[in-house]
């Protein structure tokens, strides 16, 4: 593990975001979005080493993972962005330390994560909770984030972080978004999660460019099964066209 201090920016009790790839890229899409919304300005880069490595007319290489800390100093707004989850729990757990260490250092007492919630939802995509303090329940469910009942998990880090935040003392919070597809972007979805986190943080985000990557998404996707259309009826007809002697 290596760690990059870049520069030491003047916060004071300051939020973190944070968000890794999970289902329908919807953590990842926030976080980004948000940091280049907010003008963020990198200062901490922390590379892990990957359990593979990978070549280039057979000359190989062993890269390395980024989990890369921005500030908006003048919200007091931390957000950590990995390009991907550790392939170990046990990595998991270490790295998510890691993060808290650095929570710590800048006082931060209140850490939100995003995830997917497969579900095949109706018209909007909701926003559910997972909260690691009872109190923090009643604040959520004034901006319109609802509530699972009975058990559930949530899986990698964007779980993890805020249960090892609750052992070390920080609050922490899990916005999950309804998903349709896991393994197509999840653009609306996204914008769901950042809404319900710019009102509970009080920022003016524009979300309406998520719309239209959505849109770009949802007419590639029509277009893809038009064509497998096409093509199937196409099968369909030279089937036809063919004599078949036993």
Aim: overall charge negative; proline content about 5%; aromatic content about 8%.
């Amino acid at each position: 593990m290596e760690i990059d201090v870049i520069s030491q920016p003047q916060l004071k009790e300051p939020i973190m975001i944070a968000a890794w790839p999970g289902m329908g890229y919807l953590a990842k899409i926030s976080a980004d979005y948000l940091r280049r919304r907010l003008e963020a300005e990198k200062f901490i880069e922390i590379r892990y080493p990957q359990n593979v490595i990978v070549y280039k007319d057979s000359l190989a290489e062993l890269p390395s993972i980024r989990h890369r800390f921005f500030a908006v100093p003048d919200k007091d707004i931390i957000i950590c962005v990995g390009d991907s989850q550790p392939s170990t729990s046990g990595e998991a757990v270490a790295l998510a330390e890691q993060i808290i260490d650095i929570a710590e250092k800048y006082d931060v007492k209140m850490i939100y994560t995003m995830a997917a919630y497969p579900s095949d939802y109706p018209d909007t995509p909701r926003v559910y909770g997972v909260y690691t303090d009872e109190k923090l329940k009643e604040p959520l469910e004034a901006y319109g984030v609802e509530f699972l009942e009975g058990e559930g998990a949530v899986n990698g880090l964007n779980g993890i972080l805020i249960g090892v935040a609750k052992n070390r003392g920080i609050h922490g919070v899990c916005l999950m978004g309804e998903i349709r597809y896991a393994n197509v972007p999840q653009h609306l979805s996204s914008k769901a999660v950042l809404d319900k986190l710019s009102a509970i943080l009080e920022l003016d985000v524009d979300t309406s460019q998520l719309v239209k990557r959505a849109e770009k998404i949802d007419a590639s996707i029509r277009k893809s099964l038009g064509e497998y259309e096409d093509y199937e009826e196409h099968e369909r007809k030279d089937e036809k066209k063919i004599r078949y002697i036993s």
